[in-house]
């Protein structure tokens, strides 16, 4: 199959997967479609089991990428396939909304981080509930923690993020300005795309920088 059929294959279960984000994924080393004389990428089955498994433990188990590349390299390894999380059909994924106390508990964080990430703009609460994306920064930043790093010091990454958005929203704004039938939704799948391109070259610009410091 080329990228378009399995990003039309998945889309049903997962919305915000893009052509951009399946990319990234290979770039990460989680998949490796054959290519075609050409170039082109060729799916197989397989492979589209192996991306439906990599979205699943994300969405649903909020897990890091490094670790489900853990799994899966453990996996083929033992020459075992891995086995998606499946959701029911027409069935939404479920909503996260957690109390401060069971946020606390997922993330693994203590009072004191939780308060600075408030503090400092990084995640809030929504009548008094947190969100899958506040638990998610919230590992993150529980991570990052064990390597000196608190929410005072991650507020370039906040602004870094903000001017990106901006740079979403200016890209797609002749978007939203058109009138007619599905405008809306090319709007805003062309802002996940932007996203998704926005996000690898973050990644590739972060590295390069990381690596040249070292170099030094």
């Given at each position: 199959m080329s990228i378009g059929e399995v990003l039309a294959l998945l889309q049903g279960e997962f919305p915000d997967v893009s052509i951009s984000k399946i990319r990234f994924l290979e770039g990460e080393g989680l998949i490796e479609p054959e290519r075609s004389p050409?170039?082109?990428?060729?799916?197989?089955?397989a492979d589209v089991e192996r991306l439906r498994y990599i979205l699943g433990e994300q969405r649903d188990r909020y897990l890091p990428l490094r670790v489900i590349k853990d799994r899966?390299?453990?996996?083929?390894?033992?020459?075992?396939?891995?086995?998606?999380?499946?959701?029911?059909?027409d069935e939404a994924p479920p909503e996260v909304r957690l109390t401060r106390a069971e946020l606390l508990a997922a993330a693994e964080l203590d009072e004191e981080t939780l308060t600075e990430?408030?503090?400092?703009?990084?995640?809030?609460?929504?009548?008094r509930h947190y969100d899958a994306e506040s638990l998610a920064v919230a590992r993150s930043v529980g991570a990052l923690t064990a390597f000196g790093l608190r929410a005072r010091h991650l507020r370039v990454v906040k602004a870094a993020a903000e001017r990106e958005a901006?740079?979403?929203?200016?890209?797609?704004?002749?978007?939203?300005?058109?009138?007619?039938?599905?405008?809306?939704?090319?709007?805003?799948?062309?802002?996940?795309?932007?996203?998704?391109?926005?996000?690898?070259?973050?990644?590739?610009?972060l590295r390069s920088a990381v690596r040249g410091g070292l170099g030094r």
């Open positions: 050409s170039g082109y990428r060729k799916f197989s089955y899966l390299e453990a996996a083929d390894r033992e020459e075992r396939p891995v086995n998606p999380p499946r959701a029911l059909p990430l408030e503090d400092f703009g990084l995640l809030a609460a929504v009548a901006s740079l979403v929203e200016q890209a797609i704004a002749p978007l939203m300005r058109r009138r007619g039938p599905g405008a809306i939704d090319r709007a805003d799948e062309a802002a996940k795309e932007i996203s998704g391109l926005l996000l690898e070259l973050h990644a590739s610009l």
